[in-house]
């Protein structure tokens, strides 16, 4: 690990939180806008889940070629790279005239913003202590919560004012104005080059895929994976055909879901580091029964009840996401971190895309519009969540190495 001074910390931690809040909204925004490109592009359940899988399969073949070199770079380097892919690819999407322009674009926005994303993770575990991980970990996931509050009711507004084709615009240049901030907040994160050692890319990645402990921790990402992405693409959809809300009302949901998780991601990432991220994530998995049943069962209720429905389903969708990448991140070597974050996100994205493909076969359109067997889905992701609580009972914290110190960064955050 490295050492950053306290405003230094606050800074990166700050730029990553940035950085997860774009390529996270880049994924979001799809979901909401199912209506619309459904529309737009006559779109059946099945064709829209492969638009949605898209991203996931392109970002887990390239989390998994990204492996093998992603430990021999500064990570600032590499995020930085990363991230001006992201922002071409993004602006690609909102120049798609087609589906199968989209669908081209899905898949390079993925392979970009998918292995931008291990590396925040990797990061957050290079500069914040095994101690406080849970609270710097929630913290940069705390750009999901704004990808809802703000992003996703952003995103909506310019479709409804413009077309879907906006808000693919205004993303591209947020992340391009987020990489530029980049170049003079980040620190440079390369101590773990001093251990690199001389093994080739292949026996690195060969020694994170051969140990038990690494194996359980992707395991755990598997089931977290397949139990939410086997629900959320027809979310939205399931808000508008089957509880009977506008598509305006979208905006509410992804709202008073981000301002929610906002407040709780944070309080149960310092909860996990007091009292232990297990007992933290069994609290929401116990917490997540009731709110899967009843979003998979919505009906023509009050506005008011389907938004306390899908707030408690964000809830604890991200409730149980902050303690198990705090234990993730602490279950590998900082030496390893780098590959073993990039395959953990070619693994939440390559099994994403299959829950997301599943979900879609699973689920039908019924004459009237609305969704059928949804519930399947609801149960099937009950039961993934059920096995996750085995695994992280298994996941050995192995993250104790010397903090590396180095000589105090400028707090004005000058360019490296």
């Given at each position: 690990m490295i050492t950053l001074s306290p405003g230094r910390l606050r800074g990166t931690l700050l730029l990553l939180a940035c950085v997860q809040f774009t390529h996270v909204m880049d994924f979001m925004i799809m979901m909401p806008l199912g209506p619309q490109l459904m529309r737009a592009f006559d779109l059946g359940p099945e064709l829209f889940a492969r638009l949605v899988a898209s991203y996931g399969f392109s970002a887990g073949v390239c989390g998994f070629l990204a492996s093998f070199v992603l430990d021999r770079f500064d990570r600032k380097r590499a995020l930085l790279l990363l991230f001006a892919g992201f922002a071409v690819a993004t602006a690609a999407c909102g120049l798609a005239t087609s589906y199968t322009m989209l669908l081209g674009a899905r898949v390079l926005a993925g392979a970009f913003g998918g292995v931008a994303g291990s590396v925040v993770t990797a990061m957050v575990g290079d500069v914040v202590p095994p101690e406080r991980r849970g609270a710097g970990m929630a913290f940069v996931m705390s750009g999901f919560s704004l990808a809802q509050i703000f992003g996703v009711p952003?995103?909506?507004?310019?479709?409804?004012?413009?077309?879907?084709?906006?808000?693919?615009?205004?993303?591209?240049?947020?992340?391009?104005v987020v990489n530029l901030a980049g170049l003079a907040v980040l620190p440079r994160v390369d101590a773990h080059l001093v251990h690199r050692g001389t093994q080739s890319a292949w026996q690195r990645v060969r020694e994170i895929l051969t140990q038990a402990n690494h194996l359980r921790a992707f395991g755990l990402v598997v089931m977290l994976t397949m139990s939410g992405m086997i629900m959320v693409p027809f979310l939205a959809t399931a808000v508008v055909r089957n509880g009977g809300a506008s598509e305006h009302a979208l905006t509410l949901v992804y709202a008073c879901g981000g301002l929610a998780t906002l407040a709780t991601n944070n309080i149960l990432g310092r909860l996990g580091d007091r009292f232990g991220h297990?007992?933290?994530?069994?609290?929401?998995?116990?917490?997540?029964?009731?709110?899967?049943?009843?979003?998979?069962?919505?009906?023509?209720?009050?506005?008011?009840?389907?938004?306390?429905?899908?707030?408690?389903?964000?809830?604890?969708?991200?409730?149980?996401?902050?303690?198990?990448?705090?234990?993730?991140?602490?279950?590998?070597?900082?030496?390893?971190?780098?590959?073993?974050?990039?395959?953990?996100?070619?693994?939440?994205?390559?099994?994403?895309?299959?829950?997301?493909?599943?979900?879609?076969?699973?689920?039908?359109?019924?004459?009237?519009?609305?969704?059928?067997?949804?519930?399947?889905?609801?149960?099937?992701?009950?039961?993934?969540?059920?096995?996750?609580?085995?695994?992280?009972?298994?996941?050995?914290?192995?993250?104790a190495h010397p903090v590396m110190r180095r000589a105090p960064e400028p707090e004005s955050g000058a360019m490296d």
């Amino acid at each position: 690990m490295i050492t950053l001074s306290p405003g230094r910390l606050r800074g990166t931690l700050l730029l990553l939180a940035c950085v997860q809040f774009t390529h996270v909204m880049d994924f979001m925004i799809m979901m909401p806008l199912g209506p619309q490109l459904m529309r737009a592009f006559d779109l059946g359940p099945e064709l829209f889940a492969r638009l949605v899988a898209s991203y996931g399969f392109s970002a887990g073949v390239c989390g998994f070629l990204a492996s093998f070199v992603l430990d021999r770079f500064d990570r600032k380097r590499a995020l930085l790279l990363l991230f001006a892919g992201f922002a071409v690819a993004t602006a690609a999407c909102g120049l798609a005239t087609s589906y199968t322009m989209l669908l081209g674009a899905r898949v390079l926005a993925g392979a970009f913003g998918g292995v931008a994303g291990s590396v925040v993770t990797a990061m957050v575990g290079d500069v914040v202590p095994p101690e406080r991980r849970g609270a710097g970990m929630a913290f940069v996931m705390s750009g999901f919560s704004l990808a809802q509050i703000f992003g996703v009711p952003a995103g909506l507004w310019l479709a409804a004012r413009a077309d879907w084709h906006m808000p693919f615009f205004a993303l591209s240049g947020v992340a391009v104005v987020v990489n530029l901030a980049g170049l003079a907040v980040l620190p440079r994160v390369d101590a773990h080059l001093v251990h690199r050692g001389t093994q080739s890319a292949w026996q690195r990645v060969r020694e994170i895929l051969t140990q038990a402990n690494h194996l359980r921790a992707f395991g755990l990402v598997v089931m977290l994976t397949m139990s939410g992405m086997i629900m959320v693409p027809f979310l939205a959809t399931a808000v508008v055909r089957n509880g009977g809300a506008s598509e305006h009302a979208l905006t509410l949901v992804y709202a008073c879901g981000g301002l929610a998780t906002l407040a709780t991601n944070n309080i149960l990432g310092r909860l996990g580091d007091r009292f232990g991220h297990v007992r933290v994530f069994d609290g929401m998995a116990l917490f997540a029964i009731v709110p899967v049943v009843l979003v998979t069962h919505l009906d023509a209720w009050p506005l008011w009840v389907v938004l306390v429905i899908t707030t408690a389903f964000i809830v604890s969708m991200g409730g149980r996401w902050t303690p198990s990448m705090a234990l993730v991140t602490m279950s590998v070597e900082a030496r390893l971190r780098g590959g073993f974050m990039s395959l953990n996100s070619a693994i939440q994205a390559a099994f994403g895309a299959v829950a997301s493909s599943l979900s879609g076969w699973i689920v039908i359109e019924a004459a009237d519009g609305r969704l059928e067997r949804y519930a399947w889905a609801g149960w099937l992701s009950l039961g993934f969540l059920a096995v996750g609580a085995w695994l992280i009972r298994r996941i050995r914290v192995v993250d104790a190495h010397p903090v590396m110190r180095r000589a105090p960064e400028p707090e004005s955050g000058a360019m490296d």
